[in-house]
């Protein structure tokens, strides 16, 4: 069975400085793995995702992830926070021909001036 | 057009009333999916068609009743709902049968049972 753990339920920032979001997966083999993004009263919007191949992976709105096989994580980093990225962040992943996702309890994100 | 599309935006009903949730994508994806989600937790999945067949159904109450007219559009028909149904319903859709696992999502129904 395929899970999918973030650690952080709320993550504080202040505008300008680095992000990292934690995730951590569990599945045999490798992994189908996404990063969303919810902001407030909206639907999820698909950041980035992970097939195979270059490790490190660039998604939309200056976002990276790097895939990290000995670990079962997948972190989502951003060198640069602005305000508008405050919202609700989800990790998912698919695995074993299955396109039913798992995702993650999700991390809110607060941004601060 | 990578849009999925919702209708309508926010919804209140009572607990006697009869009312549907439509959605709807023009992306040529063929597995369409219903999600409840409440605040500040992930999506649940509720129903997937795959090809326009019912494919899995997560023993959700019969008060909610899914339906795929043809390949672009998705409803979710609500029926004597309870309060604690209200929450923010999502649609997305993929392309099964490919690598590309990721789905679209709608920005979503807001539901409130009253």
């Known amino acids: 069975a395929q899970s999918v753990t973030q650690p952080d339920i709320h993550i504080t920032v202040s505008e300008g400085a680095s992000l990292e979001l934690r995730c951590n997966y569990s599945y045999g083999a490798t992994p189908y793995l996404f990063w969303y993004v919810q902001s407030p009263g909206q639907g999820l919007q698909l950041l980035l995702k992970?097939?195979?191949?270059?490790?490190l992976v660039q998604g939309i709105k200056g976002f990276e992830a790097e895939f990290k096989r000995s670990q079962s994580s997948f972190n989502l980093r951003k060198p640069s926070v602005h305000w508008s990225d405050a919202a609700e962040y989800f990790c998912?992943?698919?695995?074993?021909?299955?396109?039913?996702?798992?995702f993650g309890r999700g991390t809110s994100l607060i941004v601060h001036p | 057009d990578t849009e999925v599309t919702q209708t309508p935006k926010h919804l209140v009903m009572g607990m006697t009333n009869k009312k549907s949730l439509k959605c709807e994508q023009h992306?040529?994806?063929?597995?369409m999916y219903w999600y409840k989600q409440k605040a500040k937790k992930p999506p649940e999945l509720m129903f997937v068609y795959s090809y326009e067949k019912l494919s899995i159904n997560e023993s959700v109450p019969s008060r909610f009743s899914p339906e795929c007219p043809n390949s672009s559009l998705l409803n979710l028909h609500l029926h004597a709902l309870q309060p604690e149904d209200s929450a923010l319903y999502l649609c997305a859709s993929s392309q099964p049968g490919t690598t590309l696992y990721e789905q679209y999502f709608g920005p979503g129904t807001r539901l409130t049972v009253t």
């Open positions: 992306m040529g994806h063929r597995a």
């Open positions: 998912a992943v698919n695995g074993g021909g299955s396109y039913i996702p798992t």
């Open positions: 992970y097939f195979s191949g270059d490790t």
